[in-house]
């Protein structure tokens, strides 16, 4: 497709359970980032990769996110022992390049995951 | 760290202006966005502004930045029903990443 895809659109698992959200970006796009909004609250950004390597992790809430990108293409982000607080839209982003251009580095959304810890 | 600001919701009638606000902490911000969500959907980027602009305008969105008062606007002249989502400013401040503001859910009155 020509968007940003991610899937499963929808997840709801059991609290303690590991999660696995996926992220397709714009073929031919280096960057790509993860963010999460939580209900009530702004989008939250958790980590963005350049090609397959992660120079930032700062906004990962804790040791039980991790990310990785293989390829240069497809993100996953993975959730271990799920929480109550974790439910929220995960959200990727992909654009072209990173810093620098003139006209911002536009970042295209998918439609998010939306996950419920139950 | 950075922080951005909006007000969570903003109610307009068809066909007034709407007026969107955002004040930002990061003087060091390159660009200033603006993204619209509509129910469902993911962000879609509508304008953004360069720090050293006070103001950008395309087709019925008016962009002003008050640079001294970090302070960022959206104005949507003709309001339409489509027009209603959840509006996100963002500041760009370091090399890659956006901070986001809250979002502001732009309901407008038929």
């Known amino acids: 497709g020509a968007g940003v895809s991610q899937s499963p659109s929808n997840k709801v698992t059991e609290k303690g359970k590991d999660v696995e959200l996926r992220c397709d970006p714009i073929s031919g796009h280096t960057a790509l980032y993860w963010y999460r909004q939580s209900l009530g609250q702004g989008l939250e950004f958790l980590i963005y990769?350049?090609?397959?390597?992660?120079?930032?992790k700062s906004g990962l809430p804790s040791d039980r996110f991790s990310a990785e990108r293989t390829g240069g293409s497809v993100s996953t982000l993975t959730i271990q022992r799920t929480q109550q607080e974790d439910s929220a839209v995960y959200l990727c982003?992909?654009?072209?390049?990173?810093?620098?251009?003139?006209?911002?580095?536009?970042?295209?959304f998918g439609p998010g995951t939306r996950l419920t810890v139950l | 760290g950075e922080d951005v600001e909006q007000s969570l919701f903003l109610s307009v009638r068809e066909g007034d202006s709407s007026v969107i606000n955002c004040t930002y902490t990061?003087?060091?911000?390159?660009?200033l966005y603006w993204y619209k969500q509509e129910p469902g959907a993911g962000l879609q980027l509508l304008t953004y502004i360069f720090s050293n602009m006070d103001m950008k305008q395309d087709q019925r969105l008016t962009v002003l930045l008050n640079k001294k008062d970090k302070h960022l606007s959206l104005r949507i002249a003709d309001t339409q029903t489509g027009d209603s989502a959840i509006y996100f400013c963002a500041e760009k401040a370091g090399a890659n990443n956006l901070f986001f503001g809250t979002g502001t859910r732009l309901t407008v009155i038929p």
């Open positions: 990061d003087s060091s911000s390159t660009y």
């Open positions: 982003a992909s654009s072209f390049s990173v810093g620098g251009r003139a006209d911002g580095d536009e970042q295209f």
């Open positions: 990769f350049q090609g397959n390597s992660a120079p930032d």
